[in-house]
């Protein structure tokens, strides 16, 4: 088991560029969230998706975020017309189901610099 | 909010001591999580520990909640260089939106050999 696959590890973009940031979830898991770490801070929910539906996107900014995760393949974050803001850690996370019963297994992130 | 807080911040111990950190949360929770973070990688689960449990022991790590305190401590035992990353807590609403975990910003702990 790969466990949570994130791609690429690092993102470099210029202001006004498009990031799309990839995660494939674990073998059996088919929830997926998303979250990111500004420097110095704590993890911040983002969105929470299942195969073909977006359940809780209370953590997305309103603008230029979205967020998938289709049939097929895996969950892509898009952030379209970057920022220096949207420089961040970005980490998906997946769990087999019911959140009260495990934890979270997390990828090990893409970072991404935007200049 | 709900945020969780380390305390502390940072803390710098030596190898074989022991390294307690703690964490303060605000409303109800469901559950409350410790997770790892070496230095520009991914998060590590560490324990899981429910609002009716009081304490929970996974190798060289110890848990305690405190529900009427709202607060958790994580001990690591007999440290060790390797242990050396960022400790989160995190936590789990009690409401409907139960997957939603609630980070706190860290402990960085350092392991000196």
């Known amino acids: 088991n790969a466990g949570v696959m994130q791609n690429p590890r690092h993102l470099v973009r210029r202001r006004g560029q498009e990031a799309r940031l990839r995660c494939s979830p674990m073998?059996?898991?088919?929830?997926v969230y998303w979250y990111r770490q500004l420097p110095e801070e704590g993890l911040k929910f983002m969105v929470y998706?299942?195969?073909?539906?977006?359940?809780?996107e209370s953590g997305m900014p309103k603008e230029r975020f979205s967020a998938e995760f289709p049939k097929e393949g895996p969950s892509i974050l898009r952030i379209q017309q970057v920022v220096r803001g949207d420089s961040a850690a970005y980490f998906c996370?997946?769990?087999?189901?019911?959140?009260?019963?495990?934890?979270?297994?997390f990828g090990s992130g893409t970072r991404l610099t935007v200049v | 909010s709900q945020q969780g807080e380390e305390d502390p911040q940072a803390l710098s111990i030596q190898e074989g001591e022991n390294a307690t950190m703690n964490c303060s949360y605000k409303t109800s929770i469901n559950n409350l999580q410790w997770y790892r973070q070496n230095s520009g990688r991914g998060l590590v689960h560490l324990i899981l520990i429910r609002s009716n449990e009081r304490e929970k022991h996974s190798g060289r790590l110890r848990v305690t909640l405190d529900t009427s305190k709202k607060s958790s401590s994580l001990l690591i035992t007999a440290s060790r260089a390797a242990d050396t990353a960022s400790y989160f807590c995190?936590?789990?609403?009690?409401?409907?939106?139960?997957?939603?975990?609630?980070f706190g910003k860290g402990t960085l702990l350092t392991v000196n050999p």
């Open positions: 073998k059996g898991h088919s929830h």
């Open positions: 998706l299942q195969k073909e539906n977006i359940i809780d």
């Open positions: 995190a936590t789990a609403f009690s409401g409907g939106s139960n997957y939603k975990l609630t």
């Open positions: 996370a997946s769990s087999p189901g019911d959140s009260l019963a495990y934890g979270y297994t």
